[in-house]
């Protein structure tokens, strides 16, 4: 019996969606879910540094960015499955912030929006991305200078000695100085491969 070859290929297409859908669908999710894990990020970050200042002062809070910071970013990594890091205008750290070419494309997103008055707090980006080893979800939420961060990311002129003595031991090609209050430093970075779907939990406490 001669088969009809339009229904097997509706039939094929069909069951290729049914494998792909449960690890694609809901990019709201996703995203609701990204959202999340930067503010965790930042919440938990502030805090360590709030916590730093109290104890030794600026000096003390290099150590936490340095060595805390990218202990988070990499706890939140292994929990969800993704890669989360931050990312910067300027670097302290070129193996771990520079960003690459659609995350400096964002970063200029990020710099035209507050430029026309956007609030860093109400911004964020996602799109989903083709690469050549897979597709994946990206998203970024802004980091902006704050009063508090001119310690260390200031006029070089003005950052207390033992700042600046701490940053050249930890960070010899710092970059990452002379911000304003207001201006764009950086930003969270999370990336989800498409093929992965979310954690049950993630799922549920980003609904």
């Given amino acids: 019996m001669k088969r009809d070859s339009s229904k097997v290929l ?6 290729s969606a049914s494998f792909a859908a449960p690890a694609e669908e809901n990019i709201a999710a996703r995203e609701a879910a990204a959202k999340q894990a930067a503010q965790s990020f930042m919440q938990e970050l502030k ?3 709030t916590a730093a200042m109290k104890r030794g002062g600026p000096a003390q809070s290099v150590h936490v960015c340095s060595e805390i910071a990218p202990q988070i970013a990499g706890r939140l990594s292994r929990e969800n499955g993704w890669r989360v890091t931050r990312v910067g205008t300027r670097v302290r750290n070129p193996m771990l912030g520079m960003p690459d070419a659609w995350e400096q494309k964002v970063l200029d997103r990020f ?3 507050a430029g026309a008055g956007q609030s860093f707090d109400s ?7 083709e690469e ?3 597709r994946y979800f990206r998203f970024m939420k802004p980091i902006g200078t704050a009063p508090q961060c001119l310690a260390c990311h200031g006029d070089r002129e003005s950052i207390a000695a033992p700042v600046k003595a ?3 031991e930890r960070y010899p090609l710092d970059r990452a100085t002379g911000y304003r209050v207001g201006d764009l430093r950086g930003a969270v970075s999370i990336k989800q491969p498409l093929d992965l779907e979310l954690l049950e939990q993630v799922r549920d406490s980003a609904q």
């Fill in 47 to 49: 805090s360590e540094l």
């Fill in 10 to 15: 509706v039939a094929a297409a069909l069951l």
């Fill in 132 to 134: 050549p080893d897979g």
């Fill in 111 to 113: 710099s035209r929006e």
């Fill in 166 to 168: 701490s940053l050249q």
């Fill in 123 to 129: 911004m964020s980006f996602s799109e989903v991305i």
